[in-house]
């Protein structure tokens, strides 16, 4: 295909996602089926197209004077992707092309900068509705942290200490451009390229698939090195999911730990299993919910209990773009009380003196401070503690680096805030209770 071609095929795949309210994810699979001659660049330059539309719906909505498929398609091409009026007149003449543009179309892609009067929502790609949620955590930086959510993400990976070393996985790496991560010592970054290019598949290179390397967002990686920094020997994730953090915190303490994942949602689990295989894990006990408390054992019990917490996910907007324009206020509000919900259940396995580290992938006070600051009224046994206290004895190299993380002037304090504009990471929020001994 041209890139006539791929333009237009971006904006029917817009225009299905919109008109029927359909994931991401689903319309684009939707459209390869149906047009089996895309070859996996054409899929990947649409799908990129697609992606970057969403990310930068606002700001370019606003410069184009619509946020119509078409519009985003071409606000998208002319300047993320950079390719200029020039660029989009030559795709334009190209067969199975978007119609050619209208006048008002021209004098706007062709106008250089036209967000200079807008407000910070569209200068930073959120929704409006967040305009005061942003405000209050981010201030003057509002807008510019918005901004950074919506770029496109590079893969992190993490080395697995189990299996290799950073510096072997590096190597293994090497042709995919694969970079030591700035914060987390055992974090790895492959560059994503921009405009049309393609992702590294990382699930088919040898050290992925021998367990030497997870793929694991540097902000994940870091509330997992924290969290485990707090040691112990009895530790319990709560809500282990995937197993992302279990799997980490598992490597961080080397299998000599005895770590519980649970779920309250046994499909979320479907893939731990194979994981901690690969990752050569033997000391995670699986516990799934059944018709008994399948915990009731680890009552008072635990060193470190992490409430990875379910979340709205503002901080992983730059994977997925289509999820910010989604989120409501009453998914926002049924969130919070998840993590009310959460934080209480996880009171009753920690031991007296034991630690509760509570993680969330969102960047909102509401999600955070406000939780934690609710939970402390009604748990007042718990004290918040500086994050970093634990990383500062195993490994003050990057406890310091990490410092500058640490919110000491919100309404709780302290905590640990990392954000794509400040850390380069995706936003994660971590915060560490103590319980009294
Ligand atoms: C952010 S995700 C976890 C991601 C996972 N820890 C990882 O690193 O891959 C939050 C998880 O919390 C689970 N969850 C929600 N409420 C829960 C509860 N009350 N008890 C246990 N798990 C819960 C959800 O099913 C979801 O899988």
Redesign the pocket.
Known sequence: MKTGGRLDAAIEILTDIETNHRPVSEALKDWGTKHRFAGSGDRAAIGNLVYDSLRKRSSIGWRMGAESPRALVLGTYVWTWGQGLAGLDAALAEPHAPAPLSDDERTRLGTDDGLADAPDPVRGDYPAWLETAFLRVFGDDAAAEGAALATRAPVDLRANALKSTRDKALKALEETGAVAGRLSPVAIRVPVPGGPGRAPHIESEPAYLKGHVEIQDEG?QIAALVAAAFGGSQIL?????????TLALAAAFDNKGQIYA????KR?MKDIFDRLKRSGVHDVQVRTPGKTDVLADLAGRMDLVLV????TGTGTWRRRPDAKWRLTEAALEARMA?QD??LD?AVRFVRPGGRLVYVT?SVLADENEDRIADFLIRHPDFTLIEPLSGLAKTDPATAAALARFVRRNERVAPVLRLSPATAGTDGFFVAVLEAAA
């Open positions: 994940s994730d709560l809500c282990a999911g995937g197993g992302g953090k649970y779920d309250d949602d979320r990875d917490s379910p979340c998840e919900a959460v259940e992938c």
